[in-house]
């Protein structure tokens, strides 16, 4: 089975840090994929890659950064970190080219609480 | 308008019981569908894809209708253990390798 990895289940950091959340994939995934999760809103998308060092906004990439610099790696970064980005971060991963066959597989999640 | 909708519920059923989702959804070029399920704090996991001509595994049965752009999730002798949060996924269609999801229907089964 696909196993994607995040480093952290939770994490508590005060405002204003620079924060990275960290995503393995051990399948030789080509897409990559960061969302956050909040009550009501459902999953919505942050940053994906599709390729070691290419990256792709998402709907919501305001205040966070990403980085792709190895093909089972994905980190997100949020620059400095406030109290409206408390959330769920969900990573996930696919082969190229099966997401419209087989959706994702996601990491168990990392809950941030910016204090 | 969000790209995916559905009623968040919550559905409170009694074990046994048939219960169905539905899911609308706002972009005609949607290629793909999903239903994922999501547990009380854990990750979401993929349910089913859906197909054009309807698929069913099990005691799930999805349907998709282009022409009204909605999917749904019947799910036939409810068990405790149905009990969870399903999200209905669409991709776009628009050449992005990311799927969309709604924000989901929580279904509660009850003994």
């Known amino acids: 089975d696909v196993k994607v990895t995040q480093s952290s289940r939770y994490l508590v950091k005060r405002t204003g840090e620079k924060v990275f959340l960290e995503c393995v994939q051990d399948?030789?995934?080509?897409?990559m994929f960061w969302y956050r999760q909040d009550p009501g809103l459902g999953l919505r998308l942050i940053y994906f890659?599709?390729?070691?060092?290419?990256?792709e906004k998402g709907d919501i990439p305001e205040g966070y950064s990403v980085s792709r610099e190895k093909k089972e790696r994905f980190s997100l970064i949020l620059e400095s970190a406030s109290t409206n980005q408390t959330s769920m971060y969900l990573c996930?991963?696919?082969?190229?080219?099966?997401?419209?066959?087989?959706?994702?597989?996601f990491g168990s999640g990392t809950r941030l609480t910016v204090v | 308008r969000k790209e995916v909708e559905q009623d968040p519920g919550p559905f409170n059923v009694p074990e046994g019981a048939t219960v169905a989702f539905n899911c609308t959804y706002s972009n005609s070029a949607s290629q793909s569908f999903f239903w994922y399920r999501q547990d009380c704090r854990k990750e979401p996991k993929l349910l089913m894809s859906?197909?054009?001509s309807g698929n069913e595994d099990g005691r799930f049965t999805a349907q998709l209708n282009r022409a009204s752009q909605y999917i749904s999730l019947l799910i036939r002798d409810s068990k405790l253990s149905d009990s969870a949060t399903y999200l209905c996924?669409?991709?776009?269609?628009?050449?992005?390798?990311?799927?969309?999801f709604g924000s989901g229907t929580r279904l509660q089964v009850q003994p």
């Open positions: 890659s599709y390729d070691v060092k290419m990256k």
């Open positions: 859906v197909y054009s």
């Open positions: 399948m030789d995934h080509e897409n």
């Open positions: 996924v669409v991709n776009s269609g628009t050449g992005r390798r990311a799927l969309t």
């Open positions: 996930a991963s696919s082969r190229q080219g099966t997401v419209s066959n087989y959706g994702y597989t």
